[in-house]
């Protein structure tokens, strides 16, 4: 199958997740010059469609497509809620071996998160026309045989020393512009808060980052020049 095959057939499907998603793999598959489930394991040991697995919180459910140490994959119907079944397939991925790679899908959508233990989170997402891009077929390639080529290089503990690093900068430079210690620590504390919801799920996607995109030169130029407080009330 070509891209533009792969490409128009899926742009024109009006199949439901259930009808559409195992051939919507196969297709893919042979697009990408990979076996399928049962070409690479007729027993299904390492690599099936629909593996059942226990959800972390209990109770019963599958993975669409899992490969052991590749990946689980999750299908959802066109314009799905993507988030949300990445949640879903979060609960299932102990009882998957934890495979490296969590991959969400509703047909028109790929996305990719990495999924290694003590490394950082990194979120790969494609369209269907991005298909047609020979360097974004490779990474849907790795990630169903070579995912080691999508790990990430950056450990959680560099991360978290590089952004404890940014918020120390942060508060000495508004502390430098005349704002009181105790007003700096409650911001920035207001601060991580806000991106620690936003990552587990407790804010919607982006909505902190969205909030302050349109206040944030005016905001911010008050509160550097020490004409505005960093919280209010």
Sequence with gaps: MTPNEFIAKWHASELKERSAAQEHFIDLCRLLGE?????????????CFERGALKDSGGGGWADVWKRHCFAWEYKGKHADLDAAFDQLRQYALALENPPLLIVSDMRRFRIRTNWTNSVSRTHEYGLD????????????????????LRPGETRQTLTERAAETFAQLAQSLRARGHAPQEVAHF????????????????PSAMFTRMLEPMRSRRWRAICSGRCPLVAG
């Design 188 to 203: 920035v504390n207001r601060l991580v808060f806000c991106m620690f919801a936003e990552d587990v799920g407790l804010l």
């Design 35 to 47: 076996p399928t489930p049962a070409e690479a394991d007729p027993k299904g040991d390492h690599y």
């Design 130 to 149: 991005d298909l047609a891009d020979a360097a974004v077929r490779d990474k849907l390639r790795w990630a169903m045989s070579d995912p080691e080529r």
